[in-house]
């Protein structure tokens, strides 16, 4: 919760540099509301300017990919499995 407005702010101020953002999830094993708003927050900016936002949470982080889906954000979100995966398909426009 500490972390959470410096993390919205470093990833906003990056939002119109590439035509995507990957935030990659893969150390994450805990995803409480803050975080989750963060990251709502994150996606409602980049689909306002026009930039593609994949999140990358792999199988090993359950609880994270269980937050997503309860709250129905892996429905509006492009989740990834992988770090590769995500940077490929941002590339392609996927």
């Known amino acids: ?13 990056r939002i119109g540099d590439a035509p995507w953002m990957v935030v990659d999830l893969s150390g994450c094993d805990y995803l409480d509301s803050v975080g989750l708003g963060v990251i709502a927050r994150i996606h409602a900016r980049c689909r306002a300017r026009g930039t593609q936002m994949r999140v990358v949470v792999p199988e090993s ?23 590769d995966d995500a ?8």
Not at 1 to 13: C, G, I, P, T
Not at 72 to 82: A, C, K, P, Q, T
Not at 87 to 94: P, Q, T
């Open 1 to 13: 919760m500490s972390n959470a407005e410096l993390l919205y702010d470093e990833l906003s101020s």
């Open 61 to 83: 982080a359950a609880t994270v990919d269980r937050v997503l889906a309860i709250t129905g954000m892996d429905g509006l979100l492009h989740v990834d499995r992988s770090l």
């Open 87 to 94: 940077l490929v398909l941002a590339a392609a426009g996927d």
